[in-house]
Structures are given as C-alpha cells and as structure tokens.
Nanobody, 121 residues
Framework: QVQLVESGGGSVQSGGSLRLSCAAS????????MGWFRQATGKEREGVAIIDIYDGTTYADSVKGRFTISKDNAKNTLYLQMNSLTPEDTAMYYCAAGYSPSSNDRAFAYWGQGTQVTVSS
C-alpha cells in the first residue's frame, strides 16, 4: 500500500524558514515525478516544486530562489526547504507522486494528507 506522509509544517514569522519532509513507502515502481503542491484557503491547489527523475526540477515562479526541492533515495524521502517565507506562502502543503511527466496535479496518482504552513507578518 502506497503511503506519503508529510511532516515539518508549522507556524513561522515572515522571513523565516521551514523544511517539509515526505516519507514515501509501498511503491513497487519508483515514481517518475514527486512534488509539492499547496492550497490556500479559498484558492485552487497549485504546484510548488516538482522533481522528475528524467527532466530535473521545476518550480513555481512565486517560489523560485526561495524554495528547494530534493530527494533522498536511500531514505525514500522528499524534502522542501522553504526560505524567506512570506504570508502569501500560507497554505496546506501536499506531497504527491506520479508516473506521468506532468506538472498538472491531475497527473499525480498518490497524495499525502498534507501539512499546514502558516506564515505571520
């Protein structure tokens, strides 16, 4: 059974940093793509950062230069280092995995339960 379990969310002041982790288990075939998505209250879910084992990493324009996605294959864990956080980064953050080369959230078959990030000004 595939599981994605996020951790590392919390509350931080503007300008602060957080590191999210996503522990993956149960995959019989390594997903091509793993990524982080977020959904703020009243807004649609958006892609934040994706790592594709063939095509590398992509970031939303709003987080470029501030967020870094990485993966530790030995630990089956995906990370999102978030620096210079602003209140606009406040959202529920989800880890996702899929086999299609796409940044569209509908291409991701597996999802974690989410971890809340709240940034205060």
């Amino acid at each position: 059974q595939v599981q994605l379990v996020e951790s590392g969310g919390g509350s931080v002041q503007s300008g602060g940093s957080l590191r999210l982790s996503c522990a993956a288990s149960g995959f019989t075939v390594i997903p091509r793509c793993m990524g982080w998505f977020r959904q703020a209250t009243g807004k649609e879910r958006e892609g934040v950062a994706i790592i594709d084992i063939y095509d590398g990493t992509t970031y939303a324009d709003s987080v470029k230069g501030r967020f870094t996605i990485s993966k530790d294959n030995a630990k089956n864990t995906l990370y999102l280092q978030m620096n210079s956080l602003t209140p606009e980064d406040t959202a529920m953050y989800y880890c996702a995995a899929g086999y299609s080369p796409s940044s569209n959230d509908r291409a991701f078959a597996y999802w974690g339960q989410g971890t809340q990030v709240t940034v205060s000004s």
